[in-house]
């Protein structure tokens, strides 16, 4: 945050929380003070997102290894 003094970050608390704590802010000190006592999750908000059907979405890719072959 500090080398990025003009971007916002979004803070949200990191479990069970139903969007609820969530803050948009640019300096650690606008951290409400539950983030001191519970995880929170801060991270680069972008402003602009990519939408499908207008809707924000995520990409996940699960791998399935069988089997290693060390040779």
């Known amino acids: 945050m500090k080398n990025n003094e ?3 970050f ?3 608390p990191s479990k ?3 969007g609820k704590g969530i803050r948009l802010l640019k300096k650690f000190s606008e951290l409400p003070k539950s ?3 519970n995880e929170y999750l ?3 908000y972008i402003e ?3 939408l ?3 809707k924000k979405f995520d990409v996940r890719l699960y791998v399935v290894i069988y089997g290693v072959d060390p040779v």
């Open 35 to 37: 983030a001191y006592e």
């Open 42 to 44: 801060v991270q680069r």
């Open 52 to 54: 499908v059907n207008g």
């Open 16 to 18: 069970g929380k139903a």
């Open 6 to 8: 003009d971007q916002t």
């Open 10 to 12: 979004i803070a949200k």
């Open 48 to 50: 602009n997102p990519l």
